[in-house]
C-alpha cells in the first residue's frame, strides 16, 4: 500500500518525511578531504593573528556606539513646543537636543 502525498505539505500522509542517513567519513576520507582543502590556495586556513582579530557577529549588530553618550530621562514638555518640533520631520529629539545645547553653551559663557 503506497502513501499519498498531500500537495500542501509534500508530506506522506500520516508522518513525517524521513531524512537521509548522515554518512560520516573514513578515517582515511577525512584525511584525504583534509589534504584537498589544505591543497587549495584559495582556501587555506586563518592563522592564529586572524583568528584573534575576529568579532563576534552580535559584537557588530545594533547602532554603532556614540562617544557622545547621552541620558535617558522621562520630562514633559508643553504641547506647542512637541508639536513645532515634531512638525520639522524626523530627526526632531536631535534637533531639540541641538536648542538645549546652544542654550547651556550661551549660559554658561555669562556665568
Known sequence: MSKAISPKTSRPEGGAVKRPAVHM???AEDKAITAAA????DAQPLTPAQLKAMVPMKALRGRPKSDNKKLLVSVRYSPEVVAYFKSTGDG??????????RYVHRHLKQA
Open 25 to 27: 567519513p573514513s578515517v
Open 38 to 41: 589544505r591543497a587549495d590556495k
Open 92 to 101: 526632531w529629539q536631535s534637533r531639540m537636543d541641538g536648542v538645549l545645547q
